[in-house]
């Protein structure tokens, strides 16, 4: 890799020509990090080891700051494909990984976003099998753009739908909400909060999986409360099973820095991002099982009953009961509050 | 979807917030060019289809513009993916489409890119399964970038693989190269071509795929000469099977406006791209059967024996019997000489 004037090693227009330094950054900077030995692991397609029915999913990464408190662009393109994986019932078995390089990039970051997000893959059991980079001229992206598409084989014990969700079932999530994008936005607004707060970002396919293999079919439907938040989630539940959801916002589970930090931006927890999240609605019967087998892991430490989903209704409707008694409609966010969070 | 001042329709940063506006460009433009029902036809993620072993392929098209002679970014996006399975010995079976959006981007120019990217989908028999879609403000990058990744169904005739190539071997070509390139090139510079030169971006499926049902082994190995073209397809051939490779340049079918849009530009046909073409290494006895089933397809109809694979060597090359009767060693293009061209 050559240097600068500056003597930083940069990405040049040239690293994507499908030439020789197109070959040498592969060799040299991708591979490496991802954890892969020869060019043959990132091919121009793969093998897949796909036993069953197979499950497929994408995602397109534009986060800014590339890196921020608690992962990079890197562990989030990996988790978050990984994790919408998990909430269709699917054990993740493959992954590809696009990427596009504005030129000029500083080498050095490029590297080490790539190590997260091959961190990010051996932490989920999952191998990135195939790849393609290109290098764009300066302001043709804003530094670095990442797909990553998810190729899963459905878990045989995995009875997930709306049609799945009944009167009753109660809804749970993993832990505390609206962390990543408030750490995102924290870093980016340079926020004085008083405490460090980090995205969350990570896999929630141990705990979507777990709840499958411990509750089976009384697991009725997951999702991972991205963008849009719970508020949006709730709604896509009311929305899709055609059923009244009832949260309960004294059981949601904050962290009181994200908390202040939503005051101070003048943000809605309920509709902030999560990235390392799981909500899922269960049987009645099953709901404290499934808050147990939740808190079994670091990552579902804090997970919570936080609502029922009710009859059905001809408009159905998400309805809070707030912490001051009240009742509040909780709304599908209308546009874009937070551009590039994920 | 709302007009501006101009009265044009443009995407919005909040169209890319996850809520209803998302919603909104979802089921009034992707959907309905995709050719999908419902919105659950591009959920976050979906089942797939898939017997016997599977294979992944993944791209991001970056090309610029947007639309070109011959096709756009959403036949391209379509294209090479269906091709990187095809070649790989796969029957595509479902894409993933991720959009990253710069706000701003008029709406009419999305559906037709998008209506592009259906019809190509259509012809090759593929379903897009799944999707996600970005906005990013202005700047961010620029206009649109498509990701798709190929899942497809390894065919089970499929022998192939540098380690099936051995020396006597012929290598066929479906048609004339270096139109892509050349196309989107002299788009951007207006040349005045005597000619429209069209790219020749399409599915080259039925032809590889043609190739294994009528051939079977006599298939060894499968390319599309995309980015760094031939040139860069016969030096991976070359290393891969570390045989010297040979060429024959009077062999080469070439348009001749193609040749000229080089000549102006001061291009080597060899080493420009490529989106709808076949190189298919094949057994000697059946190099003439190859050509003869690579023309009844229109897309195949100037198919050539191109070249030979010969022994063994310390370090193979690949050597190319010019038009005038003298050698030249064909080298792996450097870096870049046309940056985005898909």
Do not use: W
């Not at 797909?147 to 009167?167: K, R």
């Amino acid at each position: 890799m050559t240097r600068d004037g500056d003597n930083v090693e940069r990405i040049q227009l040239a690293h994507g020509g499908g030439g020789r330094m197109t070959a040498e950054l592969i060799e040299s900077v991708i591979l490496p990090a991802l954890g892969g030995g020869d060019a043959a692991t990132l091919a121009d397609a793969a093998a897949v080891d796909v036993r069953g029915q197979a499950a497929m999913t994408t995602d397109t990464y534009v986060v800014q700051p590339l890196e921020f408190p608690g992962g990079d662009i890197g562990t989030l393109a990996v988790a978050g494909t990984v994790n919408d994986l998990a909430v269709f019932g699917a054990v993740p078995r493959a992954l590809s990984l696009g990427l596009v390089i504005e030129e000029g990039l500083e080498t050095a970051l490029l590297r080490r976003v790539l190590e997260s997000a091959g961190r990010a893959a051996a932490d989920a059991g999952v191998a990135v099998v195939t790849g393609d980079t290109k290098v764009v001229p300066r302001g043709a992206v804003d530094k670095l753009v990442v797909n990553t598409t998810g190729v899963g084989e459905i878990h045989p014990g995995a009875q997930l739908g709306f049609d799945a969700v009944g009167e009753g079932d109660k809804i749970v999530v993993s832990g505390a909400l609206g962390e990543h994008g408030l750490a995102v936005m924290a870093c980016r607004e340079a926020l004085g909060l008083s405490a460090e707060l980090d995205s969350d970002c990570g896999s929630v396919a141990p705990l979507a999986l777990g709840l499958i293999e411990r509750l089976g079919d009384a697991v009725r439907f997951m999702r991972d409360p991205t963008r849009g938040g719970l508020a949006a989630t709730a709604v896509e539940l009311a929305r899709g099973t055609g059923r009244d959801v009832a949260l309960d916002e004294a059981a949601i589970p904050v962290n009181p820095t994200a908390r202040a930090a939503a005051e101070m931006l003048g943000l809605d927890l309920l509709t902030v991002a999560n990235e390392g999240k799981l909500v899922a609605v269960v049987g009645a019967e099953a709901a404290e099982q499934a808050r147990a087998v939740l808190t079994e892991q670091p990552a579902g430490a804090h997970a919570a009953v936080i609502g029922t989903v009710r009859e059905r209704a001809e408009m159905p409707v998400v309805e809070m009961t707030t912490l001051a008694g009240g009742r509040r409609i909780v709304q599908m966010p209308y546009g874009e509050e937070l551009p590039r969070i994920c």
